[in-house]
């Protein structure tokens, strides 16, 4: 039996999709004295990072950073938008666009929920020709809000965003878009402003390498008109006061300031590598990853490369393999963390993160992990993926100048 104070030798493998590894820098960074978060150093701090968060989202419209989960930023993107029994088009990529349509129910919305059928629905991106159809059909302009996962993180598919603003704006609709990129953001392009998407919505733990704990709705002009009319009762949430008081740096609640300590270490990190450079090597590492996968002649579960995630990547056990058991034994063996499968996909798969702070040797022991894994839990492997993602990795270096 584990203690409480079990602790392994050398580092744990915390190869989820999130939360990812926090980097020694930004763990430094936040083990700062907390400060007055009414004083001048702390002003100066917030209007640094609020700046510095828009160059993220692709923005120059406000983003709200809320001491919560990604859990909060979703329910706070509904409720400044929407009123009692509003009518909003979500779409089921997987599990996580499942838990917002639910929220949505609980919030007193009417959610629509469009999807491709079954399991297999789970396996591709959102479509955007449904979503163009069904707001055609809206001639009376009943659905306010379009709400699409950006990265499904419990499938490793990803959506086009632009696809589906093409598709609003196709129907001639006036509906919001409201987004989900809280796996998405920094290790997935995302671009905030140039897709016209109203409110997006993301947290601290996954491409921006912090611990839980932050999350952030970044807003357009049109969701802020809408959130003065939107009746949903909302307290904490509530955009008007915080864009008030972030005017001057500060937020009119406590802020949780040893993370944003940590957030502006990791905007500085992001920054100066440039953020081209970062969703480069995330690209790279997700080719390298799904490599591993062919070797082992198992299947990726999103059946659309032209939508594979560049932050996780599901693997799917052959029939009558049970994926909660392999992944247990790799825990226990090696001290590896993978991700399970959610809901429809509970015990058909596993999935292995590759975002934030990796490198091409971590994701080689992650891929040693599982191949030794799958091997004792007597799944039939058709050839080494490490191997080839070592290929691929020493065949395909990031910067030219190392070819
Ligand atoms: N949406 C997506 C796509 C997620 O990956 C997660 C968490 O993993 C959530 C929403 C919920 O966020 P949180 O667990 O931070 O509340």
Same mark, same amino acid.
């Given at each position: 039996?584990?203690?409480?104070?079990?602790?392994?030798?050398?580092?744990?493998?915390?190869?989820?999709?999130? !939360?990812?590894? *926090? !980097?020694?820098?930004?763990?430094?960074?936040?083990?700062?004295?907390?400060?007055?978060?009414?004083? !001048?150093?702390?002003?100066? #701090?917030?209007?640094?990072?609020?700046?510095?968060?828009? +160059?993220?989202? +692709?923005?120059?419209?406000? /983003?709200?950073?809320?001491?919560?989960?990604?859990?909060?930023?979703?329910?706070?993107?509904?409720?400044?938008?929407?009123?009692?029994?509003?009518?909003?088009?979500?779409?089921?990529?997987?599990?996580?666009?499942? #838990?917002?349509?639910?929220?949505?129910?609980?919030?007193?919305?009417?959610?629509?929920?469009?999807?491709?059928?079954?399991?297999?629905?789970?396996?591709? =991106?959102?479509?955007?020709?449904?979503?163009?159809?069904?707001?055609?059909?809206?001639?009376?302009?009943?659905?306010?809000?379009?709400?699409? *996962?950006?990265?499904?993180?419990? &499938?490793? /598919?990803?959506?086009?965003?632009?696809?589906?603003?093409?598709?609003?704006?196709?129907?001639?609709?006036?509906?919001?878009?409201?987004?989900?990129?809280?796996?998405?953001?920094?290790?997935?392009?995302?671009?905030?402003?140039?897709?016209?998407?109203?409110? &997006?919505?993301?947290?601290?733990?996954?491409?921006?390498?912090?611990?839980? =704990?932050?999350?952030? %709705?970044?807003?357009?002009?049109?969701?802020?008109?809408?959130?003065?009319?939107? +009746?949903?009762?909302?307290?904490?949430?509530?955009?008007?006061?915080?864009?008030?008081?972030?005017? %001057?740096?500060?937020?009119? $609640?406590?802020?949780?300031? %040893?993370?944003? $300590?940590?957030?502006?270490?990791?905007?500085?990190?992001?920054?100066?590598?440039?953020?081209?450079?970062?969703?480069?090597?995330?690209?790279?590492?997700?080719?390298?990853?799904?490599?591993?996968?062919?070797?082992? =002649?198992?299947?990726?579960?999103?059946?659309?490369?032209?939508?594979?995630?560049?932050?996780?990547?599901?693997?799917?056990?052959?029939?009558?393999?049970?994926?909660?058991? /392999?992944?247990?034994?790799?825990?226990?063996?090696?001290?590896?963390?993978?991700?399970?499968?959610?809901?429809?996909?509970?015990?058909?798969?596993?999935?292995? =993160?590759?975002?934030?702070?990796?490198?091409?040797?971590?994701?080689?022991?992650?891929?040693?992990?599982?191949?030794?894994?799958?091997?004792?839990?007597?799944?039939?492997?058709?050839?080494?993926?490490?191997?080839?993602?070592?290929?691929?990795?020493?065949? %395909?270096?990031?910067?030219?100048?190392?070819?």
């Amino acid at each position: 039996m584990l203690k409480l104070n079990f602790h392994p030798s050398g580092r744990h493998f915390l190869q989820i999709p999130g !939360p990812s590894p *926090v !980097p020694d820098r930004i763990l430094r960074a936040m083990s700062l004295p907390t400060i007055d978060h009414r004083g !001048p150093e702390f002003g100066a #701090l917030g209007l640094e990072l609020l700046s510095k968060i828009q +160059k993220i989202f +692709k923005t120059e419209n406000p /983003v709200i950073i809320y001491p919560a989960s990604g859990t909060g930023a979703w329910e706070a993107a509904l409720a400044n938008t929407m009123s009692p029994g509003d009518k909003v088009l979500m779409f089921e990529t997987g599990h996580f666009a499942t #838990l917002w349509q639910k929220m949505a129910l609980r919030l007193d919305i009417q959610p629509e929920f469009l999807g491709l059928p079954g399991y297999e629905g789970w396996r591709h =991106g959102v479509q955007a020709d449904m979503i163009e159809a069904r707001l055609k059909e809206d001639t009376n302009h009943e659905l306010k809000a379009v709400c699409v *996962v950006h990265n499904e993180t419990s &499938t490793g /598919v990803t959506s086009d965003i632009a696809a589906v603003r093409k598709a609003i704006d196709a129907a001639g609709h006036p509906a919001l878009l409201i987004v989900d990129t809280i796996s998405g953001l920094a290790s997935a392009d995302y671009c905030h402003d140039a897709w016209g998407v109203d409110v &997006t919505v993301s947290g601290s733990q996954k491409g921006l390498m912090l611990p839980p =704990g932050i999350s952030f %709705n970044a807003l357009s002009p049109k969701a802020i008109e809408a959130s003065k009319q939107a +009746k949903l009762p909302k307290s904490f949430w509530a955009w008007d006061e915080i864009l008030e008081a972030n005017k %001057n740096g500060y937020w009119p $609640y406590t802020p949780s300031t %040893n993370l944003l $300590y940590g957030l502006n270490e990791a905007l500085d990190m992001l920054l100066d590598e440039g953020m081209e450079h970062v969703l480069a090597r995330h690209q790279r590492w997700a080719a390298g990853v799904r490599a591993a996968v062919e070797a082992w =002649g198992l299947e990726i579960q999103c059946l659309d490369p032209s939508v594979y995630s560049p932050v996780l990547t599901g693997v799917v056990m052959p029939e009558g393999v049970d994926a909660d058991a /392999v992944r247990k034994i790799i825990y226990e063996r090696f001290d590896l963390s993978l991700g399970m499968g959610l809901g429809k996909a509970k015990g058909k798969m596993f999935r292995i =993160g590759h975002l934030g702070d990796c490198n091409d040797l971590t994701l080689i022991a992650t891929l040693g992990g599982c191949e030794a894994g799958m091997k004792l839990s007597g799944v039939n492997l058709k050839g080494s993926g490490v191997t080839a993602a070592l290929d691929y990795f020493a065949a %395909n270096p990031l910067n030219p100048s190392e070819r």
